[in-house]
């Protein structure tokens, strides 16, 4: 089942994350930003984060008053989470089965939000009629995903030299299956929330600079550290170093780098990020 493998995904390159959450809070603040000017999280609101990774919306929920719960397929995650919002809960389970209310006993949720969580769904319409079951009347959703993978560099920029080398290439995944680009088609996202039962379904593009800048260098180790933790990057130094051994492995990272400073711009790793930001409501 789709679900089972993204939790092993999720569960084996968690450290990654975890390792380079710095890096990733920075590159996508803007998407961050947007969620939150949207969702309002303000004090005596009860938020549901879906996916929610190492707690970048519960830490900013909670600095808003808002009480906070997180649920994410990886105990890694999830751990990171609690550690960096104590006053959390932080749940592990599959959000499109598991009943919320009973896991996270308290009134029904205010606010459900995602950044970049909700993509991974086996049945992504299963799930989010799952999460308004477990929404208040009225309450509001609010959350990113990718547009298609074609408009985001970041899945491809230096990445794309280490997946040319893996035998075999990895094989794009078919127009809508669990992954990053899941909802790449806004008409199809919009059935689904309003098969789900969402009303009042809003699909807004939203384009941002992922700006590997932040910390005053010029990103290229930022972005190979984060190429190397997730995903391709993992899968690659596991098949490759033993094949091509340490040194050539190091070559390779050069090729990456190579190409990384081929796309600065005025110096900083720059490129730009396009996603959905998608609103709705549980109806009265």
Known sequence: ???????????DGAAGWVANQAVFDAVFAPVTAAILDAADLAAGRRVLDVGCGTGTLLAAGTAAGAEVVGVDISEGMAAAARERVPGAAVLVADAQTADLREAAPGAAFDRVVSRFGVMFFEDPEAAFANLRRAAAPGARLVFACWRSLAENPMFS???????DRLDPRPEPSAPGA??????????RLRGLLGGA?????RIDPLDFTCDYGFDGTDGVEERLAQIRAVGVGRLAEEQLVPRI????????????????????????????????LATAANPA
């Open 245 to 276: 051994g340490a040194d050539g492995w190091e070559a390779l990272l050069d090729e990456v780098r190579a190409e990384l400073r081929g796309s600065l711009v005025d110096g900083v790793l720059r490129f730009p990020g396009a996603v959905w």
């Open 197 to 201: 039962g969402w009303t009042g379904v």
């Open 157 to 163: 920029l230096g990445s794309q030299v280490l997946a």
């Open 178 to 187: 669990p992954g990053p680009d899941a909802f790449a088609d806004a008409d």
């Open 1 to 11: 089942m789709a679900n089972e493998s993204m939790r092993r995904n999720w569960t």
